[in-house]
């Protein structure tokens, strides 16, 4: 068969990669392979790894040469894994695993080791050996911040590609082997065990984090809400006490704009309880976030009865308490 063909063929099933010893493997001699880098048809990524010329340069296929070039058994994990899985909240970076007994040193790949790698705990998809999403989370505890560990947990939960029991199994093996991140992410999935359908968009993470500036009672996530005829509904933020709704109102995180139209007679009937509602846009949000603060800390005061909160007042605060007030949380 033609050399360049066979090159070809290869490259064309590892994102455009290919490997010299795989490429001697499929009966490219060393001299073909010495050649074609030569005249820059193959295009050196690592030691013994090169880049078909022409094919586009994405992430696909530098998470595919670092897997290549960590030598057989090597498959995306931690960060890597989080970006091939579309995990929210992440950056991707090329990132592997490896048996304990290997230590493969590829140049701006970072390597974990391991004793051994479960069977159950990955996959080839798309020709890229990757951790499972469980192993992936596991993985990512141990190296990323507890917000970016929380947005991607979050997102798995939401598509269903883990679930929290078990997690919170795989994090009983975890912490007898000593991993890092176990206390963190065992206690975000506390909260959402407590809580099983805690925050469920970018939205509502964002708005809640804006929300624990305020200087107010945290609002309860995702409350439940009898409705007129035995139907759920369930409220983005509430202050059940004085019945107080935030609804992260946007047309672009509704599937269709007849989900957006449900949630606007959803509403109405919420509203029919006795409940007030503040509908809020991504743009209030990142534009306006003093604003917002001052609206949901007057309709919060303006409640009736005696509400428990940070001033522990049961009347509206006046202008000047809302400036102070405003103004602390604007040097925030």
Same mark, same amino acid.
């Given at each position: 068969?033609d050399a360049?063909?066979?090159?070809a063929?290869l490259?064309?099933?590892?994102?455009g990669v290919?490997?010299?010893k795989q490429?001697l493997?499929?009966?490219?001699?060393?001299?073909?392979?010495?050649?074609?880098?030569?005249?820059?048809?193959?295009?050196?990524?690592?030691?013994g790894v090169?880049?078909?010329a022409g094919?586009?340069?994405?992430w696909h296929?530098?998470?595919?040469?670092?897997?290549v070039?960590?030598?057989p058994?090597?498959?995306a994990?931690?960060?890597a894994a989080?970006?091939?899985?579309g995990?929210?909240g992440?950056e991707?970076?090329?990132?592997v695993?490896?048996?304990r007994?290997?230590?493969p040193?590829?140049?701006?790949?970072?390597?974990h080791?391991?004793?051994?790698?479960r069977?159950g705990?990955t996959e080839?998809?798309?020709?890229?050996p990757?951790? %499972?999403p469980? $192993?992936t989370? +596991?993985?990512?505890?141990?190296v990323?911040?507890?917000?970016? #560990?929380e947005i991607a =947990?979050?997102?798995?939960l939401r598509?269903?590609?883990v679930?929290?029991a078990?997690?919170?199994r795989?994090l009983?093996h975890?912490a007898?082997?000593?991993?890092p991140g176990?206390a963190?992410l065992?206690?975000l999935?506390?909260?959402r065990?407590?809580?099983?359908r805690?925050?469920?968009?970018?939205?509502?993470?964002r708005?809640?984090?804006?929300?624990?500036?305020a200087?107010?009672?945290l609002?309860?996530p995702?409350?439940?809400?009898?409705?007129p005829?035995?139907r759920?509904?369930?409220?983005d933020?509430?202050?059940?006490?004085v019945?107080l709704a935030?609804e992260?109102?946007?047309? %672009?995180?509704? $599937?269709?704009? +007849?989900?957006?139209?449900?949630?606007?007679?959803?509403?109405? #009937?919420?509203?029919? =309880?006795g409940?007030?509602v503040?509908p809020?846009t991504?743009?209030?949000m990142?534009?306006k976030?003093?604003?917002?603060?001052?609206?949901?800390?007057?309709a919060?005061?303006s409640?009736?009865?005696?509400q428990k909160?940070?001033?522990?007042?049961?009347?509206?605060?006046c202008?000047?308490?809302?400036?102070?007030?405003a103004?602390?949380?604007?040097?925030?």
């Amino acid at each position: 068969m033609d050399a360049d063909l066979t090159i070809a063929r290869l490259a064309a099933t590892q994102h455009g990669v290919a490997a010299r010893k795989q490429l001697l493997g499929a009966g490219v001699s060393p001299h073909v392979v010495q050649h074609r880098v030569a005249k820059g048809l193959l295009v050196p990524v690592h030691a013994g790894v090169y880049r078909l010329a022409g094919t586009a340069e994405t992430w696909h296929q530098r998470i595919m040469a670092a897997t290549v070039a960590a030598g057989p058994g090597a498959v995306a994990s931690h960060r890597a894994a989080a970006f091939l899985h579309g995990l929210e909240g992440v950056e991707p970076q090329p990132e592997v695993t490896v048996t304990r007994h290997r230590a493969p040193r590829p140049q701006g790949v970072v390597v974990h080791r391991l004793a051994s790698l479960r069977p159950g705990d990955t996959e080839v998809c798309d020709g890229i050996p990757r951790t %499972r999403p469980p $192993a992936t989370l +596991l993985a990512l505890a141990a190296v990323v911040p507890a917000r970016p #560990l929380e947005i991607a =947990l979050d997102d798995a939960l939401r598509r269903g590609l883990v679930s929290c029991a078990h997690l919170l199994r795989r994090l009983d093996h975890a912490a007898r082997s000593g991993r890092p991140g176990v206390a963190v992410l065992r206690e975000l999935l506390a909260a959402r065990l407590e809580r099983p359908r805690w925050l469920q968009s970018e939205f509502e993470r964002r708005l809640f984090a804006l929300l624990r500036t305020a200087d107010l009672p945290l609002p309860v996530p995702q409350f439940e809400v009898r409705l007129p005829g035995g139907r759920k509904a369930f409220l983005d933020f509430a202050w059940p006490a004085v019945r107080l709704a935030l609804e992260a109102d946007s047309y %672009r995180h509704h $599937a269709s704009r +007849l989900d957006w139209s449900r949630d606007r007679t959803r509403n109405n #009937l919420v509203i029919s =309880l006795g409940w007030r509602v503040l509908p809020v846009t991504w743009e209030d949000m990142v534009d306006k976030p003093d604003e917002l603060r001052t609206t949901v800390f007057r309709a919060h005061f303006s409640g009736s009865g005696p509400q428990k909160g940070a001033k522990n007042r049961s009347t509206p605060p006046c202008d000047h308490d809302v400036r102070v007030w405003a103004g602390r949380c604007g040097s925030a």
